[in-house]
């Protein structure tokens, strides 16, 4: 099972982008969920995390401009990012918190340039 990541794009700095990621009620459920970013030339790395309990967890360079979400009914996790800067330029993925490696999928590339 991979999750496919959707919404991005070419977007000026200080614009916003809202990503999103469906996967099985399965996986949803039972999961914390996270989104991850991996920047040209750099290796991956974890952004945001959603848990059950209904808490969130950021890195400090996202903190205050990203906000992670998810519905239950859609089993789906969002992430908002506002005022973006270049640095934001990555292709982002979801996946659960614990990361599994055979639920990468091939990401949205996110391209913040004006």
């Known amino acids: 099972v991979q999750l496919q990541a959707f919404g991005g794009g070419l977007v000026q700095p200080g614009g916003s982008l809202r990503l999103s990621c469906a996967a099985t009620r399965s996986i949803f459920s039972i999961n914390d969920m996270g989104w991850y970013r991996q920047a040209p030339g750099k290796q991956r790395e974890f952004v945001a995390a959603s848990f059950r309990g209904g808490g969130t967890k950021y890195i400090d360079s996202v903190k205050g401009r990203f906000t992670i979400s998810r519905d239950n009914a859609e089993n789906t996790v969002y992430l908002q990012m506002n005022s973006l800067e270049p640095e934001d330029t990555a292709v982002y993925y979801c996946?659960?918190?614990?990361?599994?490696?055979?639920?990468w999928g091939q990401g949205t590339l996110v391209t913040v340039s004006s």
């Open positions: 996946n659960t918190f614990r990361a599994r490696s055979d639920y």
